[in-house]
């Protein structure tokens, strides 16, 4: 009944904050690590250098990809027909195609005019490829998150970003200390879960 509903209902929520919590956790840990290691043994330039590029990245990946996601999970779960669901996601994608130009449009802007000065113009393209990427992933999971099916994605989520940190932390204990190709698995990786999520 009603009440054997509501149980399995709740059930289903503490599974997915659980994984969602988890993959997350281990996914900040592994990239804290890895910030750690190039604080320890690249030193302050390189650790103000890579700050610099992520805030830079993030800041692009706001206007590029973000928004999308909290919002079309809440419209694609009032939609009861395929049709208005197929309809709805044409009009996100296009949205977030907009997006998406202006996102590259800041890009180009911050490398041609910032990129130098305070970080490797490479090292900026580098996490900002990876933070869209990220980003972008997000909206393409709205139909698993929609379902309250977010298991697969945390755990694609949690992949891609570990490996390319387990992979930078690698490179720099192996000897690479140039920034753009230690960093060199981050791009990859969000090139990789954007894939990933799309076919999800």
């Given at each position: 009944g009603a009440r054997a509903q509501a149980g399995v209902c709740s059930m289903l929520v503490i599974k997915n904050a659980f994984w969602l919590s988890v993959c997350r956790f281990a996914a900040d840990f592994s990239s804290l690590v890895l910030f750690t290691f190039i604080s320890r043994d690249l030193g302050p330039a390189s650790t103000g250098e890579y700050?610099?590029?992520?805030?830079l990245g993030a800041f692009i990946a706001i206007f590029a990809a973000s928004g999308l996601d909290q919002y079309g999970v809440r419209q694609y779960m009032r939609l009861t027909t395929d049709e208005e669901r197929a309809s709805?996601?044409?009009s996100m994608l296009v949205a977030q195609a907009l997006q998406l130009v202006m996102g590259l449009g800041l890009l180009g802007l911050a490398i041609a005019?910032?990129?130098?000065?305070n970080a490797d113009p490479l090292v900026i393209l580098e996490l900002t490829v990876f933070l869209v990427g990220w980003g972008l992933s997000r909206t393409f999971f709205i139909p698993?998150?929609?379902r309250q099916a977010m298991a697969v994605p945390a755990f694609i989520e949690l992949g891609c970003r570990a490996i390319a940190a387990l992979i930078s932390l690698l490179l720099l204990l192996g000897g690479v200390h140039s920034m753009p190709l230690m960093l060199l698995p981050f791009p990859i990786a969000g090139v990789i879960l954007m894939g990933l999520s799309m076919r999800n």
């Open positions: 700050s610099y590029a992520f805030a709805c996601w044409r005019y910032l990129g130098g000065r698993a998150s929609a």
